[in-house]
């Protein structure tokens, strides 16, 4: 899921990284 997020975000990758794979997978299917 992060690196979907990553390819979708590239811009906020580093943020990525930071989050939990939870908050990163809420992030991603609550953003679109």
């Known amino acids: ?3 979907l997020a990553i390819e979708l ?3 906020w990758a580093d943020r990525f990284e930071a989050m939990t794979e939870n908050a990163v ?3 991603v299917k609550g953003g679109h």
Do not use: G, I, K
Request: no cysteine.
């Open 1 to 3: 899921m992060r690196d």
């Open 9 to 11: 975000f590239p811009q």
């Open 25 to 27: 997978e809420t992030l």
